[in-house]
């Protein structure tokens, strides 16, 4: 039953060819490629701040 369930799942985020609906300000819902973390300590504050770095195909590198 779960497998004739996720057949029938249509994502509202993608056309009928499985490309990204971009929006009328050139924005999108995408899912992100894994990458890796980083853990930044914070010294004064003795917390943590985690970094997940991701990447897709249309998000462009920051040299773009």
């Known amino acids: ?3 004739e369930l996720l057949e029938k799942y249509v994502d509202p985020h993608k056309d009928s060819k499985g490309n990204p609906i971009i ?4 924005g999108t819902i995408v ?5 890796f973390v980083i ?3 914070c010294t004064k504050t003795e917390s943590k701040v ?8 249309l ?4 040299s773009e």
């Open 1 to 3: 039953m779960g497998i």
């Open 50 to 57: 985690y970094l997940n770095m991701t990447s897709h195909e």
């Open 39 to 41: 853990v930044a300590n």
């Open 31 to 35: 899912q992100p490629n894994a990458g």
């Open 23 to 26: 929006d009328k300000e050139g």
């Open 59 to 62: 998000v462009l590198d920051a």
